[in-house]
């Protein structure tokens, strides 16, 4: 039964809940858009137009690649572990429940906290790939197929971890190596975790291990990671997902303690003192706050466990139990506190691809993905754009169709208040298709 919880405005119904029947999630109520001539796309009005763009093997070049799956009847995927159609259902699913969590717990519409859904490239190339990662050019979430007679990538927490890596780059703007990239991949870590025990999916049942859904699952134990106690050559480490271990041990541990729970012990580093935790709401709302307002791309672990005090007095008080928890959870991975915090960089830091590609009277859009460690609003301009293409100087967002084939150097810069820049040199090639 199709449940319409909009009303037709020309022609076009919006707010359309259908039924998607998902491998990972199960039979789960959807948002979608009606349309009058292709019956249902999968498009969500009501999150800011989160959106499936099927490459269907194919590979990714921009984000109006792929089709929109459409269906006639709102009624989506087979619940079969290898169907594609089923896989866009969990992927679709999973970016819903990333929404909702952050806008009913930390009031943030979407990554930017500008009202802009996210989109979902699924079923891009190989099946074998077994892929799934983050594109901060298109905010996009890119999948591979699910493998024949296995099982898809499209968890709730592996789906939500790539998201956390978008809304990690418009805050902390962490670097991507060393501890900064371990804080990076533990933060997404964290995230996917708070929106799988917020989605509370019966079929999905909340836990603390990461893509446990996945052939050869868990990838990621949060109570017992693989590398779980801090130690100064931890840095050095080739793997940020490695290097991210104390920092999700810590966070298992403030929400949940370090005695005998259900979801596995996590004995402290070195014998030390037992942790009581506080619980995944504070918890979570510790290291949301502690991301988006203290967390700087050279932070690292020293200045990690600064910015989660810094973040608990802001919520509950300094000196109060959940500041103290904090201090133990971090004593308990081997961050006590001894090393120096690092002075936090000036001035607006951006991240952007070396080179894009567009066609000639193709649409597209990239994003340039700037921060600022003190959070002033930073200014962003271009020079050099190909005919066709402007920027949106508040947002970042480089749009438009193109007009005329060639090869383009683009000079952007981002200026702070303060009238820092930095500048960063894109090559641009448009085709002819």
Known sequence: MLVVTGVATAGVVTRVTGIGDGYHSGSVPIATRGEPRTGYTLVDPSRGNIEVRDLNGGLFSGPYDGVQPTDADNRWGTGVADDPATANIDAYYAAEMTWDYLLRTHARAGLAGDGTGFLLMTNIGEASDRTASYQADCRCVMLSPPPAGDRSMNTIDIVAHELGHGLSGLTAGFDNWGESGGLNEASSDIIGTLVEFAAANPKDTPDYTI???????????????????????????????????????????????????????????????????????????????????????????????????????????????????????????????????????????????????????????????????????????????????????????????????????VTLTATDAAGNTVTREVTWDITTG
Not at 316 to 326: D, K, L, W
Not at 376 to 397: H, S
Request: proline fraction near 9%.
């Open 211 to 409: 893509g446990e859904g996945t052939t050869g699952g868990p990838l990621r134990r949060m109570n017992a990671p693989e590398t779980g106690c801090w130690d100064p050559t931890l840095a050095d480490h080739d793997d940020t997902h490695v290097i991210g271990g104390p920092a999700i041990k810590f966070f298992y541990q403030l929400a949940v303690g370090s005695v005998s729970a259900r979801w596995g012990d996590s004995p402290t580093c070195d014998g030390g003192p037992a942790v009581t935790g506080i619980g995944n709401d504070k918890a979570g709302r510790i290291w949301y706050r502690a991301l988006t307002v203290h967390m700087v791309p050279n932070t690292d672990y020293a200045g990690a466990r600064d910015a989660t005090l810094r973040a608990a007095a802001d919520l509950y008080g300094a000196g109060g139990v959940e500041s103290r928890t904090v201090a133990a959870a971090w004593d308990a991975v081997g961050v006590d506190g001894s090393r120096p915090v690092p002075a936090a960089p000036t001035g607006p830091r951006m991240k952007v691809s070396f080179s894009w590609w567009d066609s000639v009277g193709t649409p597209t859009y990239h994003y340039v993905q700037v921060t600022h460690p003190q959070r002033q609003k930073v200014q962003i301009g271009a020079t050099g754009l190909p005919p066709g293409l402007r920027l949106d100087p508040g947002t970042g967002r480089l749009h438009g169709t193109p007009t005329t084939a060639g090869e383009y150097l």
